[in-house]
């Protein structure tokens, strides 16, 4: 199960200047877990935009569900480029399947996630309204616009170190990926086109500082499991 990171800066309830995007991709291991990147959100960006005093993150599901999220269900594993977002209850009774794999060089995958909010993306349809509570709510949306799906090989797998304004990593498992792709697919599943196991996490993508990158790079599944159980 698939979503999209969505964050809403303000300063004060029922404030007419409102502003919110995409910030990347999230996916459920189970009925109340999902994993996302590190480098997208953490406890340092769990903040408001410059100019305004608060904020509000959401995971738009696939399926419709709009969750909100809290600091406290963040558990951070920035040495992995890793996030997991644990619920104090179950989220969604949705069946779903998840499964794993260690990659081989040469497994063909599929790469799906949400383009983030940049200029060179396109925008979701999102309709932000306050309740009579004064809380910022979702009343509904529509992610079509900015569903990103890449598809391609894994041409090397290897160790990788690297420290970089978002991502530090040092010796970590990684799978370097034959396709590119535009912002936003940071925290997507890899998933291997024959079985549907996931095979890694999307970490980066070179060069840095641009919207469209040539190259991408994912975190092993198993390297992120050895860490996150």
Not at 77 to 98: A, E, G, L, M
Not at 139 to 166: R, T
Not at 203 to 221: D, H, Q, W
């Amino acid at each position: 199960m698939l979503a999209a990171i969505f964050k809403a800066s303000y300063n004060f309830p029922k404030d007419t200047n409102v502003i919110g995007g995409i910030c990347g991709t999230a996916f459920f291991i189970n009925e109340k877990t999902a994993l996302t990147a590190n480098h997208l959100l953490n406890l340092d960006k769990f903040k408001p935009n410059d100019g305004f005093s608060n904020c509000k993150f959401w995971l738009l599901l696939e399926n419709g569900q709009t969750l909100l999220l809290e600091k406290d269900y963040l558990n951070s594993y920035p040495d992995i480029d890793t996030t997991k977002i644990c619920f104090p209850v179950i989220v969604f009774k949705d069946s779903f399947n998840y499964k794993t794999a260690i990659s081989k060089k040469g497994n063909k995958f599929i790469l799906k996630g949400f383009l983030s909010s940049v200029s060179e993306n396109p925008s979701p349809q999102v309709t932000l309204n306050w309740s009579a509570q004064e809380e910022l709510v979702i009343n509904n949306f529509d992610l079509i616009s900015v569903v990103s799906v890449q598809e391609g090989v894994v041409e090397e797998i290897k160790n990788i170190s690297l420290k970089s304004n978002d991502v530090v990593v040092n010796d970590k498992k990684y799978l370097t990926l034959s396709c590119g792709g535009n912002t936003g697919l940071s925290g997507a599943p890899l998933v291997k086109s024959d079985t549907d196991e996931v095979i890694g996490l999307m970490s980066f993508g070179l060069p840095e500082n641009v919207t469209r990158k040539t190259n991408l790079f994912a975190i092993s599944i198993d390297e992120v499991e050895k860490e996150i159980k």
